[in-house]
């Protein structure tokens, strides 16, 4: 099994201003993704990581609003910019050794934008 | 295209027994099953591939119907720690990307 760390846990940030999560898997993992989850909602898929090409975004998120990079098979980030309250949520990275096995998820960061 | 789960949500007492359900409008690759908890992030339950499909580990179960596009969780003798907010997770391919349904909470009382 894959440990995810992920940080920060929570930040409380301005309106206009970016915010980048960290996401770190303890061994090497083929898939990451980033998801969305607003309090007592589903989680919203925003995109999957790719190591060493763009990442792929579904419909209804772009790369300007949420950039992410992954480096290597271990880590990835995602920046939320230009933030407003409607970005306000908790953003989870989660992972799998392979397409289609169980995914891993870090234990989340919540993002409260004033 | 996000699966859809009945119920939304259910209340059991200890030793009761439920069913949760989760269909696509499309075609599925596989059906993902997680649970989670108020403030903890979501936990792997299991993940069924082939059409006909079913799995189980201790009294928590499930089935896939690749033809009508669908899976069933099934909860036996239901304990206290099964409550949590139950999530099924969908792929239409095989890259991986789920998408989760909107979840149903379900409720285990003493």
């Known amino acids: 099994s894959a440990v995810i760390s992920q940080k920060p846990s929570r930040d409380i940030c301005q309106r206009g201003t970016s915010l980048t999560i960290q996401c770190q898997v303890d061994s090497q993992v083929t898939m990451m993704f980033w998801y969305r989850q607003q309090p007592g909602q589903s989680l919203t898929l925003i995109a999957t990581?790719?190591?060493?090409?763009?990442?792929?975004?579904e419909s209804g998120f772009v790369i300007d609003k949420f950039p992410i990079s992954r480096p290597n098979l271990t880590f990835s980030t995602l920046t939320v910019s230009n933030m407003s309250p409607e970005d306000s949520s908790i953003y989870l990275c989660s992972a799998s050794s392979a397409t289609n096995e169980k995914l891993f998820f870090g234990s989340g960061t919540q993002l409260s934008v004033l | 295209q996000q699966p859809v789960q009945s119920p939304q949500a259910v209340i059991l007492r200890e030793g009761e027994d439920a069913v949760i359900n989760c269909s696509s409008s499309?075609?599925?690759?596989?059906v993902h099953w997680y649970r989670q908890k108020h403030g903890e992030a979501p936990i792997f339950l299991m993940i069924l591939l082939k059409g006909g499909e079913q799995k189980g580990h201790d009294k928590i179960s499930a089935s896939f119907n690749e033809k009508k596009q669908q899976s069933s969780l099934y909860l036996t003798a239901s304990q206290l720690s099964y409550s949590g907010t139950y999530f099924c997770?969908?792929?239409?391919?095989?890259?991986?990307?789920?998408?989760f349904g909107k979840g149903t909470k379900l409720s285990v009382k003493p």
């Open positions: 499309k075609a599925l690759y596989s």
């Open positions: 997770g969908t792929a239409g391919g095989s890259q991986g990307n789920l998408i």
């Open positions: 990581a790719n190591q060493g090409s763009e990442a792929t975004y």
